[in-house]
């Protein structure tokens, strides 16, 4: 059990994946965190010398270009509209991070039609050259499009706090992957809880519902947690990551272990040799 302290960064060799690895960050029910976790967590494996796409995946209440304090003058909802090409969309964040951004306020990008997605693979494809790894910002909730990005992605990232209500969402949505997807693998974060135990708590609980409830063929790994820390409301305001406008805070210094951790966590097999893996579920996933 961990301490109030925070933790060591561990001592993790970076490399390069054959293969870009693809995680999805979700969750059940919103305001978790989710989103600003994804831009720290990004800044942290880049840091890194990784490279690093984050897409943001709530189609039409994008909000991980606000949290970086940038303006992209166009979102996917161009590239969908065919205005724009995917690689005039993407945009340079902090450190070298990229940023494929979503639109805002439009209400039909949150639901995507199958022919959508078949153009978004044509598109996409070329984005896996030269990529380490892609987290995905999907939106909260068990809607189509969160369900969608969560089953195209190699890996499934569930952020919950120590509220009932998002344990209780949380649970939702893995019971919805797992008994109508077959998905049987997801990993957990626990986010903004006031010490680092309460995150184990959340983790047992999470455990013993899935546990009794769907069955114990589904893993569910704890990643860890990232305690309650005011920097990250005040970095939130200055529209900065955490990291790099606090990085002496020790929010900081536990969001960089979570980082580490997953980076050295052992990726699903995967049978195609590139990205492509990602975007060819993406198009064929029924939704």
């Not at 967590?41 to 940038?70: K, T, Y």
């Not at 209400?107 to 995905?136: C, R, S, T, W, Y």
């Not at 820390?229 to 805070?249: H, M, N, S, W």
Request: hydrophobic share 45%.
């Amino acid at each position: 059990m961990r301490t109030d302290k925070a933790p060591k960064t561990p001592s993790v060799a970076m490399w390069a994946p054959p293969a870009p690895r693809v995680i999805a960050v979700t969750s059940g029910k919103g305001g978790v965190g989710k989103s600003n976790l994804v831009v720290n967590l990004g800044l942290a494996l880049a840091r890194q010398g990784l490279q690093v796409l984050l897409i943001d995946a709530d189609l039409g209440l994008g909000n991980l270009d606000i949290l970086l304090g940038l303006t992209p003058a166009y979102t996917i909802h161009d590239v969908l509209a065919r205005r724009k090409s995917l690689a005039e969309v993407v945009v340079e964040g902090p450190e070298g991070l990229r940023i494929l951004p979503a639109s805002s306020g439009i209400p039909e990008m949150a639901d995507l039609e199958p022919h959508q997605k078949l153009f978004l693979l044509n598109e996409l494809e070329n984005l896996g050259e030269h990529l380490d790894v892609v987290l995905i910002d999907t939106g909260a909730g068990i809607s189509r499009n969160v369900l969608f990005f969560n089953l195209a992605a190699q890996e499934i990232l569930v952020v919950a706090t120590g509220e009932p209500t998002s344990i209780t969402d949380a649970y939702a949505l893995m019971k919805v992957l797992a008994l109508q997807h077959g998905e049987r693998r997801f990993r957990l974060v626990v986010n903004g809880v006031p010490h680092p135990e309460d995150g184990q708590v959340v983790y047992r609980t999470l455990l013993k519902v899935t546990e009794r409830f769907l069955g114990e063929d589904i893993a569910l790994d704890y990643l860890g947690v990232v305690p309650h820390d005011e920097a990250i409301g005040r970095a939130v305001l200055k529209q900065q990551p955490v990291l790099q406008i606090y990085p002496k805070a020790k929010v900081s210094r536990w969001i960089t272990e979570l980082a580490l951790r997953l980076w050295a966590s052992s990726p699903p097999t995967v049978s195609l040799s590139n990205v492509k893996f990602f975007w060819q579920r993406l198009a064929q996933t029924p939704m």
